[in-house]
């Protein structure tokens, strides 16, 4: 069983930053695929961004803002959220996947607000 347990959310100003963890653990095999996901009130939840060990994604509304990388070594994947809106108000799930089978965070907030 793998678990993934996400930090870093709080409340900001817009134009802020913010940089999310997720470290997983109880993994036997490699991860191949881990990624940030977030679901805001009232709509459905959104990929935001993944890597994987040839090339990273981001959804168009955070490219240029937003940044993760992976350190394989501890497991352990960031988001590193620059000049943020209040529009990227949302729980931020961590999601990573391990022999075909998909893991979830527990979700951590992130609030946007003057």
């Known amino acids: 069983q793998v678990q993934l347990v996400e930090s870093g959310g709080g409340l900001v100003q817009p134009g802020g930053s913010l940089r999310l963890s997720c470290a997983a653990s109880?993994?036997?095999?490699?991860?191949?695929?881990m990624g940030w996901y977030r679901q805001a009130p009232g709509k459905q939840r959104e990929l935001v961004a993944d890597?994987?060990?040839?090339?990273?994604i981001y959804v168009d509304s955070v490219k240029g803002r937003f940044t993760i990388s992976r350190d394989r070594a501890k497991n352990t994947v960031y988001l590193q959220m620059n000049s943020l809106k209040v529009e990227d108000t949302a729980v931020y799930y961590c999601?990573?996947?391990?022999?075909?089978?998909?893991?979830w965070g527990q979700g951590t907030q992130v609030t946007v607000s003057s």
């Open positions: 999601y990573a996947r391990v022999s075909g089978i998909g893991y």
């Open positions: 109880g993994s036997r095999f490699s991860i191949a695929y």
């Open positions: 890597i994987t060990s040839t090339a990273t």
